[in-house]
């Protein structure tokens, strides 16, 4: 075992929610003390991006087969496109005096940890050097200019987390919940991208030390203290007319690099400090790695009625604040649709580097055809015999469809038991159906704690996938962080680390709340150009 991997599962155990009592948090949310969900750098040159809000003839079924999709020019006004469907604004919410922002990609209480970067090289439309992207004002600022020559032209997308945005609600949890939205996010590049008919590498070799010193991280006199960023991804953009330039030539331009801005503040008094999520922040850096990556046969979906465009899809995404616990049956054509999505062979995680680590078991309680209880998901059938055995032997483990892996395995109304394991929240109960993300946890990060990360992002893309697919058949979805960790391990029959239920999930009809002002996303940015 890892040195490090004990203060992994030590964080784990101890950031557990249980029936007795919740993970550490703080005892009082001041909430004129929120941090800014929006990062800025003064200091810094402004690249504008084409106005926000364009479409595109693609549908969303068409992302089935993104080979099939005419790739766009690589430009400013599609990476500013790209931009935008992964990470912009989707619509501004209104409560009374209450005012906030949606984004395409979901975050844990609205809080939106992830920053978005991205790293130009010999491009003629952006200034080659490391630029950040302001999802508020849709530009970006560029953060340093590389003044070295390159031979190669190319495009990268890196992410970090602000884990003191999470923590200032969540506590000593949040770092789990950082993880999920880095997940979601690497879902939504992967989305837009592929509308453009573009595809997405996750740079696997790269260590957070150089993802750091590339995004100008480890500068710490640019940050203030305790708002700093976390290394977490570091992603490639392939079109049809870039050639993928390789890791360590984008590590020979920082030398040449001249750096300039720095981060405002995020106006937030820090009264709690959480220095466990220091802990195992440091005991999950990811050195660099030499990795064989997984592939596996492509495969489509089962179909989809869904004919709007991709784009409508990503813009609507929404996650539910209540389920209609009366809505009658999901069909169960739009039921397996979604199951076959999060199958490792759809083509949404054909840049995924790893062989899949987490299944999902289902609570079934509103599906055309298929009996209420809980079922199975295996997202790789090797992964069978291990589960059996880690399991409840009332458990009958039998094959439901046929051309999925999916188990049935206990009849029942598990609707109250659904709804008290995650958190006694009525959207795990009033659902079509929720389920648990179960990893194959101990064995993953013994050697190797960095995983513990990428678990949390497998399942953040699992939720992102399901995220749009509700969306796509008139339904809605919601990611659930709050559950108790070891009641679910009893309700399923796990009884050590082998197995851990790291996300939830539920699908169903949302209830609008008419109180609520919905306004478009960009309009702020309409008004601005109008009184100028």
């Given at each position: 075992m890892n040195p490090k991997t004990p203060a992994i599962l030590s964080y784990h155990q101890r950031t557990k929610h249980t029936l007795q009592r919740y993970a550490k948090g703080p005892e009082t949310l001041d909430w004129e003390d929120q941090p800014d969900p929006f990062r800025r750098f003064s200091g810094c040159a402004v690249s504008p991006l084409p106005a926000p809000g364009r479409d595109l003839p693609v549908l969303f079924t068409d992302l089935d087969q993104p080979e099939s999709i005419a790739p766009q020019p690589l430009d400013n006004a599609n990476v500013g496109l790209l931009l935008e469907l992964a990470?912009?604004?989707?619509?501004?919410?209104?409560?009374?005096?209450?005012?906030?922002?949606?984004?395409?990609?979901?975050?844990?209480?609205?809080?939106?940890?992830?920053?978005?970067?991205?790293?130009?090289?010999?491009?003629?439309?952006?200034?080659?050097?490391?630029?950040?992207?302001?999802?508020h004002d849709h530009r970006l600022e560029q953060r340093c200019q590389f003044a070295g020559s390159s031979s190669e032209a190319g495009l990268f997308i890196a992410l970090s987390s602000v884990h003191w945005r999470e923590a200032w609600k969540y506590g000593e949890r949040a770092f789990r919940y950082c993880q999920h939205d880095i997940g979601h996010a690497l879902g939504a590049l992967r989305y837009a991208a592929a509308t453009l008919g573009w595809s997405v590498d996750i740079?696997?070799?790269?260590?957070?030390?150089?993802?750091?010193?590339?995004?100008?991280?480890?500068?710490?006199?640019?940050?203030?203290?305790?708002?700093?960023?976390?290394?977490?991804?570091?992603?490639?953009?392939?079109?049809?007319?870039?050639?993928?330039?390789?890791?360590?030539?984008?590590?020979?331009?920082?030398?040449?690099?001249?750096?300039?801005?720095?981060?405002?503040?995020?106006?937030?008094?820090?009264?709690?400090?959480?220095?466990?999520?220091?802990?195992?922040?440091?005991?999950?850096?990811?050195?660099?790695?030499?990795?064989?990556?997984w592939q596996t046969a492509a495969q489509p979906p089962l179909p989809s009625a869904c004919q709007r465009s991709a784009a409508q899809i990503i813009r609507q995404r929404r996650s539910a604040q209540q389920f209609d616990g009366k809505m009658p049956a999901l069909p169960s054509a739009d039921f397996y649709r979604m199951?076959?999505?999060?199958?490792?062979?759809?083509?949404?995680?054909?840049?995924?580097?790893?062989?899949?680590?987490?299944?999902?078991?289902?609570?079934?309680?509103?599906?055309?055809?298929?009996?209420?209880?809980?079922?199975?998901?295996?997202?790789?059938?090797?992964?069978?015999?291990?589960?059996?055995?880690?399991?409840?032997?009332?458990?009958?483990?039998?094959?439901?469809?046929?051309?999925?892996?999916?188990?049935?395995?206990?009849?029942?109304?598990?609707?109250?038991?659904?709804?008290?394991?995650?958190?006694?929240?009525p959207i795990a109960s009033d659902s079509a159906f929720s389920l648990a993300m179960v990893a194959e946890f101990q064995t993953t990060i013994e050697a190797e704690p960095w995983r513990y990360r990428r678990l949390f992002w497998e399942c953040g893309l699992?939720?992102?996938?399901?995220?749009?697919?509700?969306?796509?058949?008139?339904?809605?979805?919601?990611?659930?962080?709050?559950?108790?960790?070891?009641?679910?391990?009893?309700?399923?029959?796990?009884?050590?680390?082998?197995?851990?239920?790291?996300?939830?999930?539920?699908?169903?009809?949302?209830?609008?709340?008419?109180?609520?002002?919905?306004?478009?996303?960009?309009?702020?940015?309409?008004?601005?150009?109008?009184?100028?």
């Open positions: 990470f912009g604004l989707s619509a501004w919410k209104q409560f009374g005096p209450s005012r906030w922002a949606l984004r395409c990609n979901p975050s844990s209480g609205n809080l939106h940890p992830t920053e978005a970067y991205v790293i130009s090289i010999g491009q003629d439309f952006l200034v080659s050097g490391v630029h950040h992207y302001v999802s740079l696997v070799e790269a260590g957070d030390e150089e993802i750091a010193k590339l995004l100008g991280l480890d500068r710490s006199g640019d940050f203030k203290k305790r708002e700093d960023e976390a290394p977490d991804v570091l992603c490639r953009i392939r079109t049809a007319s870039l050639a993928p330039v390789p890791y360590p030539t984008l590590l020979e331009q920082l030398p040449s690099a001249t750096w300039s801005g720095k981060a405002d503040s995020l106006r937030a008094y820090h009264l709690y400090h959480w220095p466990v999520i220091d802990e195992v922040a440091e005991a999950a850096h990811k050195p660099l790695t030499h990795e064989v990556l199951l076959s999505a999060v199958l490792p062979s759809a083509a949404t995680f054909a840049f995924w580097p790893s062989a899949p680590k987490v299944h999902l078991f289902i609570f079934v309680h509103r599906v055309e055809g298929v009996t209420p209880g809980l079922y199975a998901l295996l997202r790789d059938e090797a992964a069978l015999k291990p589960l059996q055995a880690a399991t409840s032997a009332l458990f009958g483990w039998q094959k439901h469809h046929g051309s999925l892996p999916f188990y049935h395995l206990y009849d029942g109304d598990l609707k109250v038991i659904a709804k008290t394991l995650s958190c006694h929240q699992i939720g992102q996938v399901l995220y749009l697919e509700a969306e796509a058949a008139g339904v809605r979805g919601t990611g659930i962080g709050c559950y108790f960790d070891d009641s679910v391990h009893e309700i399923l029959g796990i009884k050590d680390d082998t197995f851990q239920s790291l996300y939830h999930f539920t699908v169903g009809k949302p209830l609008e709340d008419s109180r609520l002002q919905t306004f478009p996303a960009y309009s702020h940015l309409q008004a601005q150009g109008q009184q100028q």
